[in-house]
């Protein structure tokens, strides 16, 4: 009974342990609740927080890194416009808007995606704000240096409930709201067959869009290197298997 006992259990811990070593440890998501973790993601960049207690005006100029993630090295800049870090994020008073690029100039090996998310609030009623989905805003991906500006190969949307910056308020989902975008780029889809080693992601924001974060991830289909606590499992899995294999040997 012992005997069997002790190769169900094993049996059990290392069918645990395997699984975790193919799906990779689960977690929140750290940028922010309504993002996801895109499968094949192998670096991620979070940028949140993007507030005045944090940033200036002149750092979103100069380039700011990611600060939830740093996988992917990647940087957050403004190139037009006023966009500033104010009490809840990103927002702008006046003007036509602001651009921005989010660069990567080293990209993962065997690069085979890229998934790039915002939330951003915005109002596409009366007041004309479209977050990143008018036309003027799309995002368009360029790489090695080239000028291909590519539109993404598929775009979500969703529309959350979100905290209003100036009242403090919760504002309910509204259909004219479409916050939480997220935008992929496949290569295969696309035609890209060359290596893709550094990229950036063009896009703009309207007036009085409420822009709270970012996240990009690089994907590829190259299997990812255990962590060290995951192949410290599958060696202690395999020598619970060892053991009972001699215990089941002495026993004959």
Do not use: C
Request: aromatic share 8%.
């Amino acid at each position: 009974m012992l005997q069997k006992h002790l190769r169900t259990s094993a049996t059990r811990a290392l069918i645990a342990v395997a699984t975790i070593a193919a799906t990779g440890l689960a977690h929140a998501n750290a940028t922010h609740s309504a993002f996801s973790d895109p499968a094949d993601s192998v670096a991620t960049d979070g940028f949140n927080n993007l507030t005045s207690a944090r940033l200036t005006a002149a750092d979103l100029v100069a380039g700011v890194a990611s600060n939830t993630e740093t996988d992917g090295n990647a940087v957050l800049t403004r190139t037009s416009g006023g966009a500033y870090p104010a009490s809840s994020g990103l927002y702008q008073w006046s003007g036509s808007g602001s651009t921005f690029a989010m660069s990567v100039s080293n990209a993962v090996d065997g690069l085979t995606g890229i998934v790039f998310q915002s939330y951003i609030n915005v109002s596409t009623g009366a007041n004309g704000i479209f977050g990143l989905l008018s036309a003027d805003n799309l995002p368009r991906l360029n790489f090695n240096g080239g000028e291909q500006f590519l539109l993404a190969s598929t775009q979500t949307s969703e529309n959350l409930g979100y905290t209003d910056f100036f009242t403090g308020q919760f504002v309910a989902s509204d259909p004219n709201n479409p916050n939480h975008v997220t935008f992929t780029w496949d290569f295969a889809s696309l035609g890209v067959t060359v290596p893709v080693d550094s990229f950036t992601i063009t896009f703009a924001t309207d007036n009085h869009a409420q822009t709270t974060a970012f996240q990009l991830d690089q994907l590829s289909v190259a299997a990812p290197v255990p962590e060290p606590q995951t192949a410290a499992m599958l060696l202690g899995g395999m020598a619970v298997i060892s053991l009972i294999a001699r215990r089941r040997k002495n026993l004959n």
